[in-house]
């Protein structure tokens, strides 16, 4: 038992630390960056801010609407059920920090590509989502405490009924919508936003689904969250 939850926390961590480095990656490449943190990004851009720093904010803002959702959705679940989802959703701040440092670290130790050729950044651009990709599958996999980004879309998606994938793509719009409109109102053009946040939109779940059908099973039955098992 110790064994299996040891590879949990190290499947999440190392989950994480691939996330980190896909969503800088994208920041790198010249192209736009993920929809999910294209505020945090265009502000800090705009405001001359580090992006670490704005990025945390941002997450700050997801944790307190994930709050405020299992709020209003305790009173009709039961209040026996919302301490647990309270206390995991309390529990992104201090991973939000952590998190948030890994992407100044990566920032700082990755170069940037925006000068370089069109083929270079495009190769660059691929990484970063294969990266967001597989960090984002294999944190959430582990049924530990979500990245903020993940988990608005979960509440959100628990909240109206659907999908987990068709509420990500309504999050990520949204989020393009508020860096074009920061962008558009603070600097008079349009900072972040571009193909490879089209193709991040895109790609992300696509990648995601190939890693989980080649390794979900595996996976869980090694780490002791395989249902089937327990059956």
Same mark, same amino acid.
């Given at each position: 038992?110790? +064994?299996?939850?040891?590879?949990?926390?190290? *499947?999440?961590?190392?989950? &994480?630390l691939?996330?980190?480095?896909?969503?800088?990656?994208?920041? +790198? =490449?010249?192209?736009?960056?993920?929809?999910i943190?294209?505020?945090?990004?265009?502000?800090s851009?705009?405001?001359?801010?580090?992006?670490?720093?704005?990025t *945390? %904010?941002?997450?700050?803002?997801f944790?307190?609407?994930?709050?405020?959702?299992?709020?209003?959705?305790?009173? +009709?679940?039961?209040?026996?059920?919302?301490?647990?989802?309270?206390?995991?959703?309390?529990?992104?701040?201090?991973?939000? &920090?952590?998190?948030?440092?890994?992407?100044?670290?990566?920032?700082?130790? %990755?170069?940037? *590509?925006?000068?370089?050729?069109?083929?270079a950044?495009?190769?660059?651009?691929?990484?970063?989502i294969?990266?967001?990709?597989?960090?984002?599958?294999?944190?959430?996999?582990?049924?530990?405490?979500?990245n903020?980004?993940?988990?608005?879309?979960?509440?959100?998606?628990?909240?109206?009924?659907?999908?987990?994938?068709?509420?990500?793509?309504?999050?990520?719009?949204?989020? %393009?919508?508020?860096?074009?409109?920061?962008?558009?109102?603070? =600097?008079?053009?349009?900072?972040?936003?571009?193909?490879?946040?089209?193709?991040?939109?895109?790609?992300?779940?696509?990648? %995601?689904?190939?890693?989980?059908?080649?390794?979900?099973?595996?996976?869980?039955e090694?780490?002791?969250?395989?249902p089937?098992?327990?059956?």
């Amino acid at each position: 038992m110790k +064994k299996e939850y040891g590879l949990r926390v190290l *499947f999440y961590l190392i989950g &994480l630390l691939v996330l980190a480095a896909g969503l800088t990656l994208n920041t +790198k =490449a010249g192209l736009g960056v993920s929809p999910i943190i294209s505020v945090a990004y265009s502000v800090s851009v705009i405001a001359g801010q580090n992006f670490g720093d704005m990025t *945390f %904010i941002l997450y700050g803002v997801f944790v307190v609407a994930e709050m405020a959702i299992h709020l209003i959705r305790g009173r +009709k679940a039961g209040w026996g059920k919302l301490w647990p989802a309270l206390l995991k959703d309390a529990l992104q701040f201090p991973l939000s &920090l952590v998190f948030t440092r890994f992407l100044n670290v990566f920032s700082g130790a %990755i170069p940037d *590509f925006a000068g370089a050729g069109m083929a270079a950044r495009l190769l660059v651009l691929a990484c970063a989502i294969a990266c967001t990709g597989v960090g984002a599958a294999l944190s959430l996999n582990m049924q530990l405490i979500p990245n903020p980004g993940d988990g608005i879309v979960q509440s959100i998606a628990g909240c109206i009924g659907r999908s987990v994938g068709f509420t990500k793509n309504c999050v990520d719009l949204c989020s %393009i919508c508020v860096t074009c409109i920061l962008g558009l109102t603070l =600097a008079r053009e349009i900072v972040g936003i571009g193909l490879g946040t089209v193709l991040a939109m895109v790609g992300v779940g696509r990648v %995601i689904a190939l890693f989980n059908h080649f390794t979900y099973r595996r996976i869980l039955e090694a780490t002791g969250l395989a249902p089937w098992k327990k059956a």
